[in-house]
């Protein structure tokens, strides 16, 4: 494999066509590490810590972590961006070291920064885009990728006269003009509206399901437990988590009793055994290890208080209640009366 790329390379095939012949792990991280160096009289960072990630072809893979934790980092050492101080990075099969106009070819990078010459037309910046990756005329789908993403009507307007939204939209749309097999979104529906929201996932559900790969870096974890079928967690530079979500879900052996009462009490129940929380208007939710006791062991507790039960409802954990368990230690951390 030579440095240079074929004329029908990662950047010039459809990824359907390209993932037939490429390995069958999109992205494959070892012992990769990153110290930013002393500046002034700060001491040096390390960043990330010998993060080991195997992302499959194919796959919704969600990297999550809180501010600083490194995922940035992460995204921009595969992007080229930020140069790695040890480890391997292996992108479709190419060593980022190696090889890494191949590596880079393979993918499609969405930055959280919107980043867009507001005196170009959307065409023009689509048409700019793909002439940097040497997509010939013919192959290019420019005004197809603008379709898709709802800005087919906006293909001749100035990009300074876009929303929020669909500047992001566009920037989706510049990330796929090399036809890459990898796509890496990076907190991608930031500001956005519900109903933009809504248009770009059902994009990115259609082009994984015709075979690109999708990282996804997000803050919303509810996307990401809707939409990943495989999530990382990274907390002060270390992956603390990596499974299919359902197994990631299932980490936690606690499920809430949200009790609504006849009367709201003057003050939350004391239970023995069991973490109470305020839920509004007079609701509380009861947190129990489901190895150790049971609902009816719960709402007994409750009687046992002298409180009238009106109704209950129960929960499962969630990926919020996962993600703060683990970087932070303490699941109730979460907004108590955030409606389920």
């Given amino acids: 494999m030579t440095d240079t790329l074929p004329p029908k390379s990662v950047a010039s095939t459809t990824a359907r066509?390209?993932?037939?012949?490429?390995?069958?792990?999109?992205?494959?991280?070892?012992?990769?590490?990153?110290?930013?160096?002393a500046k002034g009289k700060?001491?040096?960072?390390?960043?990330?810590?010998?993060?080991?990630?195997?992302?499959?072809?194919?796959?919704?893979?969600?990297?999550?972590?809180?501010?600083?934790a490194g995922k940035s980092t992460l995204i921009n050492i595969l992007a080229g961006v930020v140069n790695k101080t040890g480890g391997e990075v292996r992108i479709w099969g190419r060593d980022i070291d190696t090889h890494p106009r191949d590596a880079r070819a393979a993918l499609g990078v969405v930055p959280?920064?919107?980043?867009?010459?507001?005196?170009?037309?959307?065409?023009?910046a689509l048409e700019v885009q793909a002439g940097f990756y040497g997509v010939p005329r013919d192959e290019r789908r420019s005004q197809e990728?603008?379709?898709?993403l709802g800005l087919g009507d906006k293909a001749n307007a100035y990009v300074?006269?876009?929303?929020?939204?669909?500047?992001?939209?566009?920037?989706?749309?510049k990330a796929l003009v090399h036809n890459p097999p990898i796509l890496i979104l990076d907190e991608?529906?930031?500001?956005?509206?519900?109903?933009?929201?809504?248009?770009?996932?059902?994009?990115?559900?259609?082009i994984n399901a015709e075979g690109v790969t999708i990282l996804l870096t997000t803050h919303y974890l509810e996307e990401a437990q809707e939409l990943c079928d495989t999530i990382a967690i990274v907390n002060h530079g270390e992956v603390v988590a990596c499974e299919p979500t359902?197994?990631?879900?299932?980490?936690?052996?606690?499920r809430n009793v949200v009790v609504t009462p006849e009367t709201p009490p003057e003050r939350l129940p004391e239970l023995a055994g069991f973490e109470v929380r305020p839920r509004g208007n007079g609701a509380f939710a009861v947190t129990y290890r489901t190895g150790h006791s049971s609902v009816e062991q719960v709402l007994g507790a409750v009687r046992a208080c002298g409180i009238t039960i009106r109704d209950i409802a129960t929960e499962d954990p969630d990926l919020e209640d996962v993600f703060l368990a683990m970087t932070y230690g303490d699941a109730s951390r979460r907004d108590p009366t955030r409606d389920r």
């Fill in 17 to 37: 066509d390209a993932s037939r012949a490429l390995p069958d792990n999109a992205i494959e991280i070892s012992g990769l590490t990153k110290t930013y160096a």
């Fill in 42 to 68: 700060g001491a040096a960072k390390q960043a990330l810590r010998g993060v080991d990630l195997v992302v499959r072809r194919g796959s919704m893979f969600g990297l999550l972590g809180p501010n600083g």
């Fill in 112 to 124: 959280q920064e919107i980043t867009a010459d507001v005196f170009f037309t959307p065409i023009e």
């Fill in 145 to 148: 990728l603008l379709e898709a």
């Fill in 160 to 173: 300074r006269a876009l929303s929020g939204g669909m500047k992001r939209r566009l920037m989706v749309a």
């Fill in 188 to 206: 991608p529906t930031a500001g956005v509206d519900v109903e933009l929201r809504r248009q770009l996932w059902a994009y990115v559900r259609r």
């Fill in 246 to 254: 359902p197994t990631l879900l299932r980490r936690l052996d606690t």
